[in-house]
């Protein structure tokens, strides 16, 4: 086979065991695939083969009332669409993206015609770069209108369909673009949207700081963080009503106890007085009265902190819509996130994982319950959530918020899930945290399990803020790590402690240390009906539960 001259594009036909690397066509297709016309490919020119625009990406908003994910009734689509069935997809996907479209062909094509597996191990290496590079191109059009290529480029990492076999393409073309069960999980290109807008703030440690010109961006952050107060004041007004309505069933209940009264044996007309215990239930009534005045009183007050606050929110909303109606994109944020989630990528796959960025069945060894798309996730947080019922919860004010994570799906052969914020430091009570999960694990269930865990330390760590070595959940963990002279980083020993947790303890399968199994139980507990199925299977679950009885009598749980 000829060599290529460097910079040369690939032209013409494909050596026959290249093409035979590649797949030779498309599922439904007699012929092989025809071969990209690269002669218009490079050019700065956006393509006008854009996809129909698909139903408008906003934030979730938090829902304080909600108390678990919604059920996962269709995973997959019984009618596939057609995006990966374009024999221009490739032309697509690398059109209107300067010089570095070129590169990143050429080096691909270098990479796929090398006959030396060294040589090929070099090329890959060289491609990974510039391929990062060319992608952050990509993700700075995210916000606008873009080729259903590039949407999926940033989504699934699919750079050419016949990276694919005919399995794997139709499997992707089955699933659900849009957010239809508005949780919020989001794929690349959606996240980018979402951070380029302004709907959701850059996932950095430190502020972004925003250009003076970008006024939208401004507001919307201004905007995130009075609806964080207004959530809050939502929720202790939720609080405080729910403890009124059960002061007055408890007023309800001991009244009509006192007004039942017993017929005289020799005179059936006329009623008994007052037992002992009937009298004793006045004093009660009266404490109790005193008790629904003064929640009344503070309802008032948090009724009056929620319409300032939901006011602020609705001028603010204005000042937004008025100026342009929309945000504008701001590309250094955008800039800023695709670094972070090139981080959160490499953090995903580990040192020694497969760090090739697109999709190939060469790399790809999920099954379909393992791939992290969407749906998918939503069904093992769900599971999760049903043994760790408080695994997404925040305690504020005594009241506990139930509050679900951004989760960011990266296109990586990964097998790690990560929290990177627990949540944000300037709205500590209702803000998400941050979690990032491989789209392609060996097991989805141990990804999201690995997130989870980090997400349950991180918040458990920042609520003992400078005690987090010897408070709470972290303090006695940290403890019994170092009384047992363990060496390494305590977050990973409990985040495979936590892992144990879930999938073998929840079943009566003994795999921890006693003295963690009861700190776990006491900080982590598990549902009421693992408890109680626990409870019947040996002694040591039966003793935790008891400890749970004694702690509840005393008030000292």
């Known amino acids: 086979m000829a060599t290529m001259a460097e910079g040369e594009v690939f032209q013409g036909e494909m050596d026959p065991e290249l093409a035979s690397l590649l797949g030779t066509a498309l599922p439904g297709a007699g012929a092989a695939m025809p071969v990209p016309d690269f002669s218009k490919l490079f050019n700065d020119e956006g393509s006008d083969d854009e996809s129909p625009e698909s139903r408008n990406l906003e934030d979730v908003e938090i829902n304080l009332t909600e108390r678990a994910f919604p059920p996962v009734i269709k995973k997959l689509e019984t009618v596939p669409h057609n995006g990966f069935m374009d024999a221009k997809y490739y032309t697509l996907a690398l059109s209107g993206e300067g010089d570095i479209a070129q590169r990143v062909h050429t080096l691909l094509q270098k990479y796929l015609n090398a006959k030396d597996p060294k040589d090929r191990g070099v090329y890959r290496q060289q491609f990974i770069s510039p391929y990062w590079e060319f992608l952050s191109s990509v993700a700075r059009k995210a916000p606008g209108k873009i080729p259903e290529a590039k949407k999926y ?52 440690t430190d502020e972004v700081k925003v250009a003076r010109s970008n006024s939208q961006v401004k507001l919307q952050q201004l905007l995130e963080k009075t609806q964080g107060k207004r959530d809050t004041a939502k929720s202790l007004l939720q609080a405080k009503n729910d403890e009124r309505l059960g002061l007055e069933a408890a007023f309800i209940e001991r009244t009509s106890l006192i007004l039942e009264h017993t017929p005289l044996n020799e005179l059936p007309s006329i009623n008994a007085g007052y037992s002992e215990s009937q009298r004793r239930l006045f004093g009660e009534v009266q404490e109790l009265m005193k008790q629904m005045l003064k929640a009344d009183r503070d309802t008032e007050l948090f009724l009056r902190d929620y319409y300032q606050a939901d006011a602020d929110v609705q001028t603010l909303q204005e000042k937004i819509q008025e100026d342009e109606g929309q945000a ?12 972070t989630i090139r981080q959160m990528a490499k953090m995903t796959i580990g040192r020694q994982g497969n760090h090739f960025p697109v999709l190939s069945s060469e790399y790809f ?193």
């Open 328 to 339: 504008v994109v701001d590309v250094q944020a955008l800039g800023t996130e695709f670094e």
């Open 153 to 204: 480029l940033l989504r699934f990492g699919i750079l050419h369909p016949t990276f694919l076999n005919e399995e794997m393409r139709d499997f992707f073309s089955k699933i659900v673009i849009n957010n239809e069960l508005s949780v919020p999980v989001y794929y690349l290109d959606e996240w980018f949207k979402a951070v380029g807008t302004g709907l959701v703030r850059n996932s950095t």
């Open 365 to 557: 060894r999920s099954g379909p319950n393992d791939v992290a798309y969407r749906e998918n996730v939503i069904a093992t947080l769900a599971w999760v959530e049903s043994i760790d019922p408080e695994v997404f919860c925040r305690y504020y004010k005594s009241r506990m918020n139930r509050i679900a994570p951004y989760v960011v799906l990266i296109p990586s052969y990964g097998d790690l899930g990560i929290c990177w914020e627990p949540f944000d430091r300037f709205n500590r009570a209702t803000s998400r945290g941050r979690i990032a999960l491989p789209l392609y694990p060996k097991s989805l269930a141990a990804a999201v399990l690995g997130a989870v865990a980090d997400l349950r330390w991180q918040v458990a760590k920042e609520k003992a803020s400078y005690y987090w070595m010897e408070e709470g959940l972290t303090g006695y963990y940290y403890q019994w790590f170092t009384a047992h002279k363990l060496k390494g980083d305590v977050k990973e020993y409990f985040i495979q402690d936590y892992i144990l947790w879930i999938t073998k303890e929840s079943e009566g399968i003994q795999k921890l240390d006693k003295e963690i199994r009861g700190i776990f139980w006491r900080y982590m507990p598990f549902s009421q009906p693992v408890k109680e199925k626990l409870k019947t299977r040996s002694f040591t679950y039966q003793d935790l539960y008891q400890r749970d009885l004694n702690r509840a009598m005393s008030d000292g749980y």
